[in-house]
Nanobody, 127 residues
């Protein structure tokens, strides 16, 4: 059974950077496409970024485009989210998610597209 574990969250000042990592443990059945989502208090979980497991395609929410970068390391079964120029509105619990299904249209941004989820890592950006 595949498990996802996020790490790298913390407290940072506005304008700073953090690097989140998601490690997949257990047996990997085929290739997985990976996504990052976030949920702020009182708000719905929202899409942040996604990447195909081969790393050929990456997708971003408009709110993070140009500031965040998603990358994958197949050999280590990890996916990273480099977050630069952080803003207070980026404060949220960040979740890693995985799906064995091929993305189609904008399915990479939909919560129901993903079968596996991590427990989340907290990111807090102070002003």
């Amino acid at each position: 059974q595949v498990q996802l574990v996020e790490s790298g969250g913390g407290l940072v000042q506005a304008g700073g950077s953090l690097r989140l990592s998601c490690a997949a443990s257990g047996r990997i059945l085929g290739a997985y496409n990976m996504g990052w989502f976030r949920q702020a208090p009182g708000r719905e979980r929202e899409f942040v970024a996604a990447i195909t497991w081969a790393g050929a395609s990456a997708y971003y929410a408009d709110s993070v485009k140009g500031r965040f970068t998603i990358s994958s390391d197949n050999a280590k079964n990890t996916v990273a989210l480099q977050m630069n120029s952080l803003k207070p509105e980026d404060t949220a619990l960040y979740y890693c998610a995985a799906t064995p299904r091929t993305y189609y249209s904008s399915s990479y941004s939909r919560i129901r597209s993903y079968d596996l989820w991590g427990q989340g890592t907290q990111v807090t950006v102070s002003s």
